[in-house]
């Protein structure tokens, strides 16, 4: 989607938003003053969303790098024959299921309840960061491995003719460059990651997607809750985008020279 | 484990069903791609217009919430409608509700797909079939059809797999796919983690069944002479 953000198109899409807004108000008798009405939660719902989605970015970020240059080297073959497993596993099964496993599965075992950990996986909050960063370092690590992999064959020998060790020619030349390459796609991965953090809301949390099916629940309505929050994901992703064009600007800038 | 070995049949009649899920829903996502794509490559506006606000708005909107505004919008409008009609109240049931939101959701994506595909079959095939004088509609399905396909099956490819996995969302809703059975059967019988790793399992097994089938039609879809 091309979109140029300038100030008329936002208060077009806006003006069509609150003639649709009227329409169906009028036409089918939905309740817009329940949701004007319980603005400040679904301010806390939102902060909950962005949180969620930038700590599990941010800690599958770190978890990628490191697997995804143990699968482009290949050099320990075990070793990267199980992180393959492990990509493959996360990427291979529903979010909603592993979230399940961790919360409900992991949650529910008699020794986890004794142990020290449990503490944490009592709270849903660091039981969906877990899944959520485990599931993102896995499609972000398989994005970087597919970076690393095409090219930088010539960055790698031009720093190892300079005299750089293995590990500073991995960490400051082959992995900034491949991190330029990977951008777009990040840029995807970015705004799938804000998708799957409504799944918290099916287990009581309560961020846009929990709001909404607490708004519809408690006023006892079908539409006026999920419609809001789909405008607010709307609204999320296109930030996201925005967000993404400027990495790729400042991260591409020297190209265009 | 003997628990999971009494639970075994229904638990794989509840996987077959969710793979038929799975299956119509990419038959219906498949029609509305096509029918968007064609909005989006035609020359009139209003195609173009309507196929951009379809994806748009769909690929903005998380497939939880959309499943939920679909699975339970859908009823309560077809009630409001056969109220209005005179006729009897007709429910829909949990399973075509979900293809139809999986379904809706995922035209969406393919028609991206679609579109990407149509545009890289070279524009030189497409007027040497015209200089052949063929009619436009065996010029779509004699030649512009082969080539679309093999441009368009790895994305396709990509998408039932996503496709596949956001059919666990339906179970959630209370349809006894694998997912919500896993579920209460799990908390049922005390043992969540077992029965969630067993539906872990199973949609790997998918994944993998799923991978293996497009690869076959890659193969079979590949340019000919470049077989490997």
């Keep these: 989607m091309k979109v140029q953000l300038t100030r008329s198109w936002f208060f077009n899409r806006v003006f069509q938003l609150v003639i649709l807004g009227l329409f169906a108000k009028f036409l089918f008798g939905l309740k817009w003053h329940l949701i004007f009405q319980e603005m400040p939660s679904l301010a806390e719902a939102v902060w909950l969303t962005i949180q969620l989605t930038i700590i599990s970015l941010a800690i599958g970020f770190i978890i990628a790098w490191p697997l995804a240059l143990l699968r482009a080297k290949r050099k320990k073959e075990w070793l990267a024959k199980i992180a393959d497993a492990y990509v493959a596993v996360f990427r291979g099964t529903p979010l909603l299921v592993q979230i399940f496993l961790i919360y409900f599965g992991l949650g529910g075992q008699q020794w986890m309840q004794e142990s020290f950990l449990w503490p944490i996986f009592r709270d849903p909050y660091w039981c969906v960061i877990i899944g959520f960063s485990l599931n993102s370092a896995a499609y972000a690590c398989e994005i970087f491995r597919g970076a690393l992999m095409n090219g930088g064959a010539g960055e790698r020998e031009a720093a190892q003719s300079l005299g750089l060790s293995e590990f500073k020619t991995d960490w400051l030349v082959w992995v900034p460059a491949s991190w330029r390459r990977a951008l777009p796609q990040y840029g995807n991965e970015m705004i799938f990651m804000m998708h799957s953090t409504a799944i918290a809301g099916l287990i009581t949390m309560t961020e846009v997607f929990g709001w909404a099916k607490d708004i519809n629940g408690k006023f006892y309505v079908t539409y006026e809750g999920l419609i809001a929050a789909s405008i607010v994901y709307i609204v999320l992703t296109t930030t996201i985008i925005q967000i993404s064009k400027l990495m790729e600007k400042h991260y591409l800038s020297y190209m265009k020279r | ?228």
């Design chain 2, 1 to 228: 484990m003997n628990i999971v070995l009494e639970y075994l049949p229904i638990l794989l009649k509840a996987s077959l069903l969710t793979v038929s899920l799975a299956v119509c829903s990419l038959f219906l996502a498949t029609l509305l791609g096509a029918l968007g794509a064609k909005g989006k490559l035609s020359k009139e506006k209003y195609g173009r217009e309507y196929a951009n606000a379809y994806t748009a708005i769909i690929r903005g909107i998380p497939d939880l919430v959309l499943i939920l505004l679909i699975y339970f919008g859908f009823q309560k409008m077809l009630n409001v409608v056969t109220e209005g009609l005179g006729l009897g109240i007709y429910s829909i049931s949990p399973f075509w509700a979900g293809v139809l939101a999986i379904g809706f959701i995922y035209g969406a994506y393919l028609t991206e797909t679609f579109r990407g595909a149509y545009n890289s079959v070279p524009q030189g095939q497409k007027e040497a079939a015209m200089s052949l004088g063929l009619s436009s509609y065996r010029r779509f399905i004699k030649v512009v059809l082969p080539q679309l396909i093999r441009h368009a099956l790895p994305g396709y490819g990509n998408v039932f797999q996503v496709l596949i996995k956001s059919t666990a969302v339906v179970g959630v809703l209370g349809l006894n796919d694998l997912v919500g059975l896993a579920k209460d059967a799990g908390q049922s019988v005390r043992m969540p983690f077992t029965f969630n790793a067993f539906t872990l399992f199973m949609y790997l097994i998918f994944y993998f069944f799923a991978s293996w089938v497009f690869r076959l039609l890659e193969r079979r879809y590949a340019e000919k002479g470049h077989r490997s």
